[in-house]
């Protein structure tokens, strides 16, 4: 049987996760499936126990970095489609099946992308669909933060190398974030509210890097894209528009968002996207003011 997806995995010492992940995949209940991890340059054992498992292993001595890793590996994959998924985290038993099933029931779709759970003492399953992020909300998402989770993605395999998309090295820490804002502003991109998979939290997260490491990231992909679609903006602005989306979690002001009404509205106008952004502002204003009676 030609396997109609592979599941792509990097890996950097990942000894202590990499065998609940395997298992979490190989308990599918689709079976057109193969794996494929990237091993970067592990210096634990993860080698050895990757060998244990039916897996294809592209391995090398040094050190290069997760985009390096993932560019190597999606160069090798020849499955109509490809999903991702991390070392350290689990699929849920449905996830192929649901996401291949998807791709294949809307032809017109580039990338899927799914919720997640985060990991808890009971890790509990919470299927619960609830709707579909469309393309043209994410687009507006994708002006200020992270939207789509990097582990939860399918992608046709094709398309994505017939266009000479990559990942970029050195967006490593948001590699994610700046290949999914230039899909996201040129292919149809759908993220569905249901949960797929199970995320335990990472050194590179935002919790635990820091809201302001996050926050630099964040504007290097925002400045880099602004610049490259010849967007001419107020330098001081852009670190603030990674903050729009989460004001209460960055501990945004309603006069910060106030002041960014304006740069929001030539943003969607000069990228053609329909939403009215003086109801979105006054939606985050209401976050803060909820926010504040909390803790009143």
Request: hydrophobic residues 35%; contains cysteine; proline residues 3%.
């Amino acid at each position: 049987m030609v396997q109609a997806v592979t599941v792509l995995i990097p890996v950097y010492n990942s000894a202590e996760f990499i065998e609940p992940c395997l298992k979490s995949i190989l308990n599918q209940t689709y079976q057109n499936y193969k794996i494929l991890v990237v091993n970067d340059g592990s210096t634990d054992n993860t080698l050895e126990i990757l060998k244990k498992y039916p897996v294809e292993i592209i391995s090398y001595e040094k050190n290069q970095g997760i985009s390096y890793a993932l560019n190597l590996g999606i160069k090798n994959i020849d499955t109509k489609y490809f999903v991702r998924m991390d070392s350290d985290d689990i699929m849920h038993p449905h996830r192929l099946e649901v996401q291949v099933k998807f791709m294949e029931d809307n032809p017109n779709i580039f990338m899927m992308g799914t919720t997640c759970l985060r990991y808890d003492g009971e890790m509990n399953w919470i299927p619960q669909y609830k709707r579909v992020i469309d393309h043209e909300e994410l687009r507006f998402l994708y002006l200020f933060h992270p939207v789509i989770l990097h582990p939860t993605v399918i992608i046709r395999t094709e398309q994505f190398k017939n266009k000479n998309y990559q990942y970029r090295s050195e967006m490593d820490g948001v590699e994610d974030f700046a290949l999914f804002k230039e899909l996201i502003f040129n292919e149809y991109i759908v993220n569905v509210d249901y949960p797929l998979m199970k995320i335990r939290e990472r050194d590179n997260s935002a919790s635990s890097v820091g809201k302001e490491k996050t926050l630099d990231l964040i504007a290097k992909v925002n400045e880099d894209f602004l610049v490259k679609n010849n967007f001419s903006y107020a330098t001081d602005k852009i670190r603030l528009l990674g903050k729009v989306l989460y004001p209460v979690y960055y501990d945004v002001s309603e006069d910060e968002l106030s002041s960014l009404e304006s740069l929001i509205e030539t943003l969607t106008h000069h990228f053609q996207i329909k939403v009215d952004v003086k109801k979105f502002i006054m939606k985050q204003k209401e976050l803060i003011k909820d926010e504040k009676s909390k803790k009143k």
